[in-house]
């Protein structure tokens, strides 16, 4: 497709459970990115990939949260004992330029996100 | 820590005027901004990307400008529509991303 894909689109799960939410990238994009988006809020920074690394994993909540790009383009998303507070929308996002130390990432692409509600 | 706010929270108008969203940011050591439009249930539509040497863009009836020095962004919809009505977002991207709580718009037929 030509655009950002994730799913599910929906995910409703039990507290205590774990579910993965996978991404698949715009195709050739390096950088890509994961975000959470509760109600009324604006998207918050979870973790950002250039190729397989993640280059910055300062927004994972805790160790309950881990992702993973194993081939650099599809990235799956990891929650282990889920909570109720970790109900929110997650949104991936790709850029076609990683950013370094002195050169900015490039223009950030969205999917429809995974809605992910934990009872 | 970025801190990224956007006023008004929520923006009322009729069908055909001009309107101006605003973002403010703490630190100035950006890279770029970006404006996204988000409608309810959707993911994020990009619109805009300024780079951090750039003063402002323009894609059809938007333009952004950006004053890295004051720490602000305007986002300007000129002759605003019906469709237009949505959460608009800005982005600032540094070291880290941060987003601002977004701006609500809707135009009144």
């Known amino acids: 497709g030509a655009g950002v894909s994730q799913t599910p689109s929906n995910k409703v799960t039990e507290k205590g459970k774990y579910v993965e939410l996978r991404c698949d990238p715009i195709?050739?994009?390096?950088?890509l990115y994961w975000y959470r988006q509760s109600l009324g809020q604006g998207p918050e920074f979870l973790i950002y990939?250039?190729?397989?690394?993640?280059?910055?994993d300062s927004g994972l909540p805790n160790d309950r949260f881990f992702a993973v790009r194993p081939e650099g383009s599809v990235s799956t998303l990891k929650i282990q004992r889920t909570e109720r507070g970790d109900s929110a929308v997650y949104l991936c996002?790709?850029?076609?330029?990683?950013?370094?130390?002195?050169?900015?990432?490039?223009?950030?692409?969205f999917g429809p996100g995974t809605r992910l509600t934990v009872l | 820590k970025q801190e990224v706010t956007q006023i008004p929270a929520a923006l009322s108008v009729p069908e055909g005027e001009n309107l101006v969203l605003n973002c403010s940011f703490t630190?100035?050591?950006?890279?770029?901004l970006q404006w996204f439009r988000q409608d309810p249930g959707k993911g994020l539509t990009s619109l805009l990307l300024?780079?951090?040497?750039?003063r402002e863009q323009t894609s059809g009836r938007l333009n952004a400008s950006l004053d890295k020095s004051s720490g602000r962004s305007t986002l300007y919809i000129a002759a605003s529509q019906p469709g237009d009505s949505a959460t608009y977002l800005c982005?600032?991207?540094?070291?880290?991303?941060?987003f601002g709580t977004g701006t609500s718009l809707t135009v009144i037929p």
């Open positions: 300024i780079q951090s040497s750039q």
């Open positions: 990939f250039q190729g397989t690394g993640a280059a910055d």
């Open positions: 982005a600032v991207i540094g070291n880290q991303f941060y």
């Open positions: 996002a790709s850029s076609l330029i990683a950013g370094t130390i002195t050169a900015a990432p490039g223009e950030q692409f």
């Open positions: 630190d100035s050591a950006i890279y770029n």
């Open positions: 195709s050739g994009h390096t950088a």
